[in-house]
């Protein structure tokens, strides 16, 4: 395997329920440097500040993992049976899983906690982890939200995720954290108390900064423990976004991983160094960025577009049997490009997101509110509006609209 799963002492908890966090979050806007965009010779995707718009030039694809020949073995199998085409995948038992010092059994659903170990002794606050483990063995899916301590929606989406599964029925394992950055949340902000963006800081170091020594130890102590992760996000600084996925694309293991998030445009990015999906994926683990709506806000229809992606991607993983009924035969690829306003005003939308627009259709103006000044900004490609600025005043150079473009999956 890529990675040596760490042996821990034993303990045995079990706790259900949620923790009582809904704390109400203020909100503090909080200022985000906006880089300027950049153009490369290879397929990318240009992001939204939330996840960076610098991206790196190219992704080197992974490593095909070796086929797993352990599956294929089965202590089921009867000794009577005749030779036959390949069955179902069969069914094994579960195996103990041991998380944050913990042993949680087969057929068990847990709350953990996990410490980072940068706050005050006497005052330290961990953060919950939700584990269900199945009573079959499958692989392990890692939810992680609030990884930017405004972004709510994906905190609802791991709750409904992760109640309402089965540790009877499920074959694998499940790892919710739900509020990554806990003291972000509790501040409203999208940060760290240094100041520092999480998602620039992975996988960490030990003897960074704050934002280092943090992500150091989710990695170390839970995200190495995952096969597949969702990390959940949603729009930054008045901006929303379509429920989509970021993935690199250029990486068979990640392309292959988004084939089974059911009604999700996928849009490609190779991600950007310091990136929680960008530092898992570097680790063998299959990773999509997963966006949806805005922050500081809780959207019950894109929690539900969100929950029931995932709910597909288990089943398509082999972790849960639903008959589950497909919107979509495949999703759909886009490449993507921000468009910016030119002046100064107040913006004001004339589409909707999720909007198929043309090239040169008007998708709003920037008003002058002293001058009376209107001025369009026009889409400069066909495509669909993944995601986009709400009602405000902006200045010039504020992206305003993301759109999609429809694009060919590399290599296929
Ligand atoms: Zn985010």
Redesign the pocket.
Known sequence: MLFERLQKPTHFALLIGLPALWLPASLLADPASAKPARESDIRMAELAE??SVEDIEQSVPLQAAPPDNDAVESTLTSPTAEPEPEPEPKVRPGEVFTLLDSDVMPGDSTRLAWAPGIQIAGLSQPTPVLVVNGVNAGPTLCLTGA??GD?LNGIEIIRQTVYDLNPGKLSGRVVGIPIVNLPGFQQGS?YLPDRRDL?RHFPGSLEGSLADRIAYSLFEQVIRHCDMLVDI??G?LKRTNLPQLRADMNNPEVAEFTRGFDRMAVVHSTGSPGMLRTAAVAAGIRTVTLEAGESHRIQQHQISAAVNSLTSLMERQGMISRMFVWGDPEPVYYDSDWIRANHGGILFSEIELGARVSKGEVLGYVSDPITNAQHPIRSTSDGRVIGMAVDQVVMAGFAAYHIGTEAEIPGE
Request: no cysteine.
């Open positions: 939330d996840e990884v930017h972004e999208r998602n996000h949603t930054s």
